[in-house]
């Protein structure tokens, strides 16, 4: 007797061979290793035995479709692995980037501090020194950094020097030391 028609029988399920295929079907999806069942049993129909054989057929390319999907599951899964790798390497570098930008900051920190007592001890210099020759040491000078000496200069030293120094000269460097750098 088939499997089918002894489950309806103790349920008291009367079916016609239309309805005994489609729960044959049913069963036969839902029930792991009913594929063997089928092969063994005796259709009743020519209908029947089509239908079962194309529910083996398609649950076996379900089963196919689930082992392509669990092979790329797990191809996913590696290429995932790699990307947190490379997230991980990335952020590293990153961290590594960050501290090499502060070092990198707090040398020119210290740089432009250095340049400034430097100025500063330039300007007490150029103070110190006749305007003519001040103004003659100045004119070969770059005009921000003698623009930058004229400004830590007091007021009458630095205006005795551009007194001194060429007309175009003098013009040049109060341009440079009005013009506020953008840092």
Do not use: C
């Amino acid at each position: 007797m088939h499997p089918i028609q002894t489950i309806m029988k103790q349920k008291e399920i009367r079916v016609n061979k239309t309805n005994q295929a489609i729960l044959s079907l049913l069963l036969f999806v839902m029930l792991p290793g009913t594929v063997s069942f089928a092969a063994e049993q005796e259709y009743g129909s020519v209908e029947e035995r089509r239908i079962t054989e194309a529910i083996g057929k398609e649950r076996q390319r379900v089963r196919q479709e689930w082992i392509k999907i669990d092979l790329r599951k797990k191809e996913l899964k590696v290429i995932e692995e790699g990307v947190d790798k490379k997230i991980a390497e990335i952020d590293r570098k990153l961290l590594q980037l960050q501290a090499q930008q502060k070092k990198i900051e707090q040398l020119l920190a210290r740089k432009s501090i250095a340049e400034k007592k430097r100025i500063t001890s330039l300007a007490k210099i150029y103070a110190k020194m006749t305007p003519d020759k001040a103004a003659q040491a100045m004119s070969g000078l770059d005009e921000q950094l003698a623009a930058d000496i004229l400004e830590q200069m007091k007021v009458k030293p630095a205006a005795r020097i551009l007194d001194a120094i060429s007309r175009q000269k003098a013009t040049d460097l109060s341009r440079t030391y009005s013009t506020i750098p953008v840092q």
